[in-house]
């Protein structure tokens, strides 16, 4: 299954990525270069109704919601740097075909037989759907580009993990090809999946980890059961049906491990120390002190005769 091997089984040590010869002469940029597109009301207001079936399944309402916090950059910002993916340019909300177009004949990551046609296609569908509107977040190996419309830190590294997987390989074009394929980018998924949860517990993220059990779980069990449909069902809406019953399988798999890792990330209450006995006796003489004399009367003892 997808999921409860993603969070139940043992996560091995985690791997940074690897990806540049320190005597190479062109070496990476240096940092993280994030390109933001101008605030639209019109736009921003269409793309926040467009995007609000993307926020059903998961149930987070910052899903698609076009609007990054920085605390999310900075997170993503961190993660490429620590895994050397700073020739990654991030696009935040941001729609630009030519520069779109450049940045495919630039790359140097995929060869040039698919990147003119396979990645041409991708391009294709970013200038006639674009994200702006239609949100998503996705990495595009063709032109090494990551963009990001919603304010999830563990979405943002699921893709930005998928562009560590894209870099590990020594023909990222034609893996990057084959998970286009229909079930085998699920595969993938997972592997990102793995990555986000591991890289959150090697930087002690509680927060990014519950977000993958609780956001990322569900949105692979949709993808996984709604792809599913399509091959077991014959009317149009078997996919959208089957797709909501594997969020639902994702969530109630994502909050058992959610709560299951969190007992140890509560801590544990420090044990009461007794009291010495001169606090002991401090405390008594205090307490006899303000004593409020008693109303009964008290017999007189006389010396024995």
Not at 30 to 57: H, M, Y
Not at 103 to 122: E, F, H, I, P, Q
Not at 152 to 180: F, I, M, W
Not at 252 to 262: H, N
Request: charged share 25%; with cysteine.
């Amino acid at each position: 299954m997808w999921c409860l091997p993603l969070g139940g089984c043992a996560l091995k040590p985690y791997q940074y990525g690897h990806f540049h010869d320190s005597t190479a002469e062109e070496a990476p940029p240096p940092s993280v270069v994030i390109e933001r597109g101008a605030p639209n009301k019109t736009l921003d207001r269409i793309a926040n109704i467009v995007g609000f079936p993307a926020r059903i399944l998961p149930m987070n309402s910052k899903i698609n919601d076009h609007n990054i916090a920085p605390e999310t950059e900075e997170k993503l910002k961190t993660y490429l740097v620590k895994n050397e993916l700073t020739d990654v340019r991030v696009f935040v909300n941001e729609y630009a075909p030519k520069d779109r177009w450049r940045r495919l004949r630039d790359n140097k990551l995929v060869s040039a037989g698919w990147r003119y046609t396979v990645g041409s296609l991708s391009v294709i569908g970013y200038t006639i759907f674009p994200g702006r509107i239609f949100g998503g977040d996705r990495y595009d190996p063709f032109t090494n580009s990551l963009d990001l419309n919603s304010d999830v830190a563990a979405v943002v590294l699921r893709e930005a993990a998928y562009a560590k997987d894209v870099h590990s390989h020594k023909l990222p074009g034609t893996y990057a090809v084959t998970q286009e394929l229909p079930l085998v980018g699920l595969l993938s998924d997972g592997r990102s999946v793995r990555d986000v949860i591991g890289y959150a517990r090697d930087q002690d993220d509680w927060e990014v980890e519950q977000e993958a059990y609780h956001v990322l779980f569900p949105q692979m069990g949709a993808a996984s059961t709604s792809l599913g449909g399509a091959f077991v069902s014959s009317v149009w809406w078997g996919g959208p049906v089957l797709g909501a019953g594997g969020a639902a399988v994702g969530h109630v798999a994502g909050r058992t491990m959610s709560k299951r890792e969190a007992a140890k990330h509560e801590k544990p209450e420090s044990p009461t120390e007794p009291e010495n006995t001169d606090v002991q006796q401090a405390r008594y003489i205090e307490s006899k002190a303000t004593e409020e004399p008693s109303s009964e009367p008290k017999l007189l003892r006389l010396p024995p005769p």
